[in-house]
C-alpha cells in the first residue's frame, strides 16, 4: 500500500485545533501567509511520498550495515538525502540568517510527521540533526555557531545525541564520559556511548556529535555534566574538512525495527583524546542538552503520529479489499471494512490519531506563542503551557502509535503478521518510540512532578479550562452528529481536575502514590485533551456545513467516537489512580512469589 501524505488533515488541524491561521491572521508569524503553510506542507508530502516513502520497505530490508569501523546505509537513503538537504527541508524552522528557512515550530511539526510517515529509520537522522542545531543555536559560542550552524543547517554535516551509556540510560546521573581541559581552551572526551542513533554513517561530509561528559572534579550527578561538540573530522581554519578525530563507531545494534537507522556504539578517546569544545558553561551541559532533549520529544511524539496514521492508511485499504463473512446485508462475503468489529478498530486508529496530532499541534503552537506573543506575560504563559504538553506530546502520541500499528496488523489478520504485507514492520518500526528519548515512564513522572506544579499549578488549571470550554462549546452548538461529546468531554475533564488535585497533594504528602499513578494520569490527560482537540476540529466542520460545506462532517462523528467510546474511560482510570501506591503493596509479595 503505498503512502498518502496526509497533508490535508494536517493543515486542518493546525487550523482548527492549534488555530494557527489565527495566528497568522494576527500577525504574530511576521509576513507569512497560509497559502504559503499550504503549499509548504502539500510539497512535503510530494517529496515524501515520491522520494522518501519509496526506501522505507527496502530499507527494512537491507538495514545498514557495518563493515571495517564504517556504516553503509541501506541503498538509495544516501541519494534521497542529498536531494531532501539541497531542497532545504533540513532549515524548515532553523534561523534565515545561517540558511534555514525561519518557519514557525508548527510548520516543522507538520514536516516532521510526514517525513516520519513515509519512513521513520530515514527521519532520524534529520530529527536529530535539528535538535542538535537548537541547543547550539542557544548555548553554543559564537565561534562554534559560525562553524557549525550553516553546514549543519543545510544537511551537509548532521548531528547526533551522546547520552546513554551502558550504566546510565534514564539515569543520566550515572554518566561516566571524561572529558579534560587541554592548554588551548578545547577539551578531550573519553568513553563511550551507546545506542547513538546516526553515530556514524555515509549520507553526509561530517557528522557533529553532542556528547555529555564531566569534567575533573565536577559534583557528582547531573550537576556535573558538561556538553561538548565533537566532530568526526575537524574543521580547518578555512573551513574545510581536516584529520579524523579519535572518535569511532564500534559496531551498530541488531534491533526490533527502524534496521535503517543505524544504532551506534561510540567510542572516544583511544589514541590520545577526542577533540571537543563546550557548549555552554562547564557543569551546565544538561541544561543546553534540555534544548535539544525538549526538540526531540516533540518530534518523536510527531513520529508516533506518523507511524500511527500510515498504519491506519494501510488497514484501510486492506479491510476494503479482504473479504469474509456475511456483512449487514447478508448478500456473499462482504469486505471486512462492513463488520461492525473492524470499524471499531479502524476508527479507534483514526480519531487516535487525529487526537495525538492535535496534541502535538497544540504543543507547537505553545512554542510559536512562547516566542512571539505580543505579551510578556502571554509568552511566558506559552511556555510553561509547551512545558507541560510536551510529555503527554511524547508519551500518548508514542503509546498511541504502538496500539494503532498494533490494530493496524489486526486489520489485517494473519497477512499482518507475514512481513510481506508491511503491517508489522510498523509495529516493529514504532515500538522504540516509547522507549527512546526518555521512556514513557519517565515522562509521566516529568509530567507529575515538574509540570504540574508550573506557575503553582496555575497551568495545569488553564488546560482544563481549556478542556471544559471546547465541551461547553459542543454542548452550545446542539448537533446530533456529537452525540454524547459534550457528556463525554466534561466527565473526563471532571475526572482530570479531581485526580490532578490529588496529585498535586501526594507530591507533598505521599510522593510513591504520585509515581504509581503517573503513567495512568499521563493517559487520562491525552484522552480528555485529544478529546477536546476532536472536538474542536468537529466544531470547525460543523461551522463549514452551516455555510453549505459538508466535506469535513465526518470529523464530528470521529470527536464522538473517540469520546463515548475512548475517552469514556478517563473516570475509572481516576478511580485507579485514586487508590495510590497501595495495591502495589507489599510488591516483594505479589510479583516476586512466581518468578
Ligand atoms: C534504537 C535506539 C536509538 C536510541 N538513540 C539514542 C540516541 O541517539 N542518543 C542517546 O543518547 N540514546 C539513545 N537511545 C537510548 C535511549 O534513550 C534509552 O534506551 C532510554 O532512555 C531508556 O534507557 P535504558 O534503555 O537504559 O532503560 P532503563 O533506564 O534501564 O529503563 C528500563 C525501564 O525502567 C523504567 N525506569 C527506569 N528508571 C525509572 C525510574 N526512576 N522510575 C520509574 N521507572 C523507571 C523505564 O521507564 C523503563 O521502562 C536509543 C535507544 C535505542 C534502542
Redo the contacts with the bound molecule.
Sequence with gaps: MPYRSPAADILFSLSAVAGFKGMIGQGLMGDLDWDAVTSIVEEAGRFATEEIAPLNRAGDLAGARFENGVVRTADGFAGVYKRWAEAGWNGVSAPAEFGGMGLPHLVNVACTEIWNGASMAFALCPL?TEGAIGALKAHGSRELVDIYLAPMIAGKWTG?????EPQA???LNAVRTRAERAEDGSYRLFGQ?I???YGEHDMAENIVHLVLARLPGAPPGTRGLSLFLSPKFLVNADRSLGPRNDLRCAGI?H?LG?HA?P?CVMVYGDNGGARAWIIGEENRGLAAMFVMMNAARLAVGTQGVAIADRAYQQALAYSRERRQGRGPKGEGMAPIVEHADVQRMLMTMKASVHAARGICHLTGAALDLAAHAGAESERAAAADRAALLTPIAKAFSTDIGDEAASLGVQVHGGMGYVEETGAAQHMRDSR?AA????????HA?DLVQRKLPLAGGETVRREIAFIREVAGAVRERGSARFGLTADRLSEAAGALEGTTRAMLDWLRTDQNSA?AGASLYLRLFGLALGGACLAKAGLAAEALAAEGDESEIGRAGLARFFAEKLAVVAPGLARAIASGGAPLEPYEAIIGSSA
Design positions: 536529530l547526533t545525541m551522546n547520552l546513554t540510560g534514564s539515569d556511548k545506542f547513538i542513533t545494534e534491533k527502524i537507522s544504532t522504540i522507549i527512546y528519548e526518555g521512556a514513557n515512564g519517565i513522572i509515581l
